[in-house]
């Protein structure tokens, strides 16, 4: 299957680490040229060195990405550099307390939804403009098995996550017109920095539900990349507002 190798301009934000490193990677590796965003900067430089070592094109902008001046750099950088924005991958994603509702704080849930709703939005209101002058382009968010049930993760992520499926679709039918793309990945248990802080064991899986525990193979980082590359490619040409679970079918209990 061709995945559609045109070098064209990515933007991956959490590319520091975890799903959005090893995106950031594959990406680099079929010759796109990738923007590594990331609020981590040693992470970012990491990435963009080990694109660079492999011979491929990367450049990393760092800071918040839940601040607009931030994403603007992002998109400035990206058009600079790249010439516009073809691809863009919304990653960057914090875990919450995985508590219910009533013991979550104000502070809680106004930095999940800031970073992994509303970081999303303001990311993709900034690259539109450039995907819609160029008649084309392909968005891939990262949700989360926690966007497809209530039994994953805390109230605030959960919000946050299904906030994401939400923000995809309208993406995809306002866009359809315009040839631009927008899906999203809903990983599973993937072993990345996240996962970890995710740990059952600590976080009392009774309280989640059977659900919680039944989440099959752990996957890797790259498993999740090869879906968001897929979205993202020529090959998805025709699919648009796809919620794909990459979970061993955790999503299918
Ligand atoms: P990770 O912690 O390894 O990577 C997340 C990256 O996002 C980090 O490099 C972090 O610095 C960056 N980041 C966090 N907040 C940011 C901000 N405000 N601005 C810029 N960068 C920021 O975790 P991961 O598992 O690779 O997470 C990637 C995505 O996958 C997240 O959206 C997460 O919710 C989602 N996800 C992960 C799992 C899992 O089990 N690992 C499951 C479902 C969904």
């Known amino acids: 299957m061709t995945m559609g190798v045109d070098g064209r301009s990515v933007i991956v934000t959490g590319a520091g680490s975890g799903i959005g490193r090893a995106a950031a990677l594959a990406f680099a590796a079929q010759g796109d040229r990738v923007l590594v965003a990331d609020l981590d900067a040693e992470g970012a430089a990491a990435t963009v060195e080990e694109i660079e070592r492999s011979g491929g094109t990367a450049v990393a902008v760092t800071g918040d990405l839940s601040e607009q001046a931030v994403v603007d750099r992002v998109t400035a950088t990206a058009v600079e550099r790249f010439g516009g924005v073809d691809v863009l991958v919304n990653n960057a994603g914090i875990m919450d307390s995985m508590s219910a509702a009533a013991d979550v704080a104000d502070a809680e849930w106004d930095r999940v939804i800031r970073v992994n709703l509303t970081a999303p939005f303001l990311l993709t209101r900034a690259v539109l403009p450039h995907m819609l002058a160029a008649g084309r382009g392909a968005i891939v968010n990262t949700a989360s098995e926690a966007a497809l049930r209530g039994s994953a993760a805390g109230a605030a992520y959960t919000a946050s996550k299904h906030g994401v499926v939400g923000l995809t679709k309208s993406l995809a039918v ?56 897929f979205l993202a490619s020529e090959a998805a040409g025709n699919i648009n507002g796809a919620i794909l679970p990459v979970d061993d079918g955790w999503s299918a209990v």
């Open 174 to 229: 306002m866009y359809r017109k315009n040839g631009v793309r927008a899906n999203a990945v809903c990983p599973g248990g993937t072993a990345t920095a996240i996962a970890v802080e995710a740990d059952p064991a600590a976080h009392g899986p009774a309280a989640l539900g059977p659900h919680f525990v039944n989440l099959g193979r752990v996957s890797q980082p790259d498993e999740q990349a090869a879906a968001i590359l």
